[in-house]
Nanobody, 127 residues
Framework: QVQLVESGGGLVQAGGSLRLSCAASGRTFSAYAVGWFRQAPGKEREFVAVISWSGHSTYYADSVKGRFTISRDNAKNTVFLQMNTLKPEDTAVYYC????????????????????WGQGTQVTVSS
């Protein structure tokens, strides 16, 4: 089992920045790819960013590319999502999720392929 806890959400003005954290406990977190997803009211959960367990591979949704950066510190069992130049359309509950992979570059953007999820953290961007 892997337990995930997100933090760092809040209210920010458009153009501002937030840094989300996803802290893990349980099994060896360094063997797990981690993805960030978000869900706005009345919308489907959507992929935001993902990082392989090694950190060697990352991938972003087009809507956040160039503004968000995903990174990880395996020694601290934490994955980060740095969000810059935030827009009102980034408003959502943000979730992190993890899945075990053996390959150093492996990851997935499909939410139904993840095994563990956090409870989410609210991000609100005002215009």
């Amino acid at each position: 089992q892997v337990q995930l806890v997100e933090s760092g959400g809040g209210l920010v003005q458009a153009g501002g920045s937030l840094r989300l954290s996803c802290a893990a406990s349980g099994r060896t977190f360094s063997a797990y790819a981690v993805g960030w997803f978000r869900q706005a009211p009345g919308k489907e959960r959507e992929f935001v960013a993902v990082i392989s367990w090694s950190g060697h591979s990352t991938y972003y949704a087009d809507s956040v590319k160039g503004r968000f950066t995903i990174s990880r510190d395996n020694a601290k069992n934490t994955v980060f999502l740095q969000m810059n130049t935030l827009k009102p359309e980034d408003t959502a509950v943000y979730y992190c999720a993890s899945r075990y992979y053996s390959g150093i570059y492996e990851h997935t953007v499909m939410p139904n392929e993840y095994d563990y999820w956090g409870q989410g953290t609210q991000v609100t961007v005002s215009s």
